[in-house]
């Protein structure tokens, strides 16, 4: 009995308090884990002195539609959006705003040529998304998971 090495008894409590403990960690760190980000998603980005940290569904249609112009705060908003012919356009409208590139199109088309709107400002890469998100206040875009910098925030969607 000498050489027996003392066993460890871990109880229902010192169990429980290891589960809260791994969830309480998974909750308290959500944005600096890089596996959260899937490299394949589509994320909503924003310029990085940009309060806002969510927004919802209709409001997220609403600025790409070029009908919400202003933040909570009153500060204008910037809208960046790729070429039509972009595959990441292309899946942004489908999978973040629920419609065929072609339709959000013929909405802004028809703001620019009734005089009512304007079309947001198309630009040609993903690296000139992220310059121009990061330059300018109150810009919103949008970015693969795998082209996320820290030059831009992710705006949650609800």
Same mark, same amino acid.
């Given at each position: 009995? #000498?050489?027996? *090495?003392?066993? !460890? ?7 429980? @308090? ?10 308290? @760190?959500?944005? %600096? !884990?890089? &596996?959260?980000?899937? /490299? &394949?998603?589509?994320?909503?980005? *924003?310029? %990085? ?6 927004? %919802? ?17 009153? %500060? /204008? ?9 972009? /595959? ?17 199109? #013929?909405?802004?088309?028809?703001? *620019? ?46």
């Amino acid at each position: 009995m #000498k050489n027996q *090495v003392p066993i !460890l008894k871990i109880t229902r409590n010192h169990a429980a @308090l290891a589960i809260l403990l791994c969830f309480w960690a998974d909750r308290a @760190l959500p944005d %600096s !884990l890089p &596996n959260k980000i899937n /490299p &394949n998603g589509i994320y909503v980005v *924003v310029n %990085s002195a940009n309060p806002q940290r969510n927004i %919802s569904q209709t409001g997220l249609n609403a600025i790409f539609n070029m009908r919400l112009r202003h933040w909570n705060d009153e %500060s /204008p908003i910037t809208v960046y959006v790729l070429q039509d012919e972009d /595959p990441l356009h292309k899946t942004f409208c489908k999978q973040k705003l629920h419609v065929f590139p072609h339709q959000i199109r #013929k909405g802004w088309n028809r703001q *620019v040529f009734s005089g009512t709107g304007q079309a947001p400002l198309a630009i040609e890469t993903k690296e000139d998304m992220i310059k121009r998100i990061r330059e300018t206040p109150g810009a919103i875009g949008y970015l693969s998971g795998k082209d996320l910098t820290a030059d831009v925030k992710i705006l949650d969607i609800e």
